[in-house]
């Protein structure tokens, strides 16, 4: 599985950055995918990842600000980030994996998102 992401840059807090990822390699609609990040010093988290049938884990600090979303005909999986914060300011990774409820054995290449105050 090859995963590409693109859609990281500069935006002032409030503002919103549409990320994206494309697979390939394999049956898209079969694969589990998510979005990590990680920020400076930190360790990698969670952000938002499809979970078992429609259901969507997302990291508390994002509820409600963030959505995933995928696109089966594209092979595409999105994040849209709106009311951004300087902390939501790291490296934004796509994953892709065949098992529930933990993160995949696949990683884009990682974006860099930065949020200014």
């Known amino acids: 599985v090859q995963l590409q992401a693109s859609g990281g840059g500069l935006v002032q807090a409030g503002g919103s950055l549409r990320l994206s990822c494309a697979a390939s390699?394999?049956?898209?609609?079969?694969?589990?995918m998510g979005w990590y990040r990680q920020a400076p010093g930190k360790r990698r988290e969670l952000v938002a990842r499809f979970s078992s049938g429609d259901s969507i884990t997302y990291a508390d600090s994002v509820k409600g600000r963030f959505t995933i979303s995928r696109d089966n005909a594209k092979n595409t999986v999105y994040l849209q980030m709106n009311s951004l914060k300087p902390e939501d300011t790291a490296v934004y990774y796509c994953?892709?994996?065949?098992?529930?409820?933990?993160?995949?054995?696949?990683w884009g290449q990682g974006t860099l998102v930065t949020v200014s105050s």
């Open positions: 390699g394999s049956t898209f609609s079969s694969l589990i």
């Open positions: 994953n892709a994996g065949y098992r529930l409820y933990i993160e995949g054995d696949y």
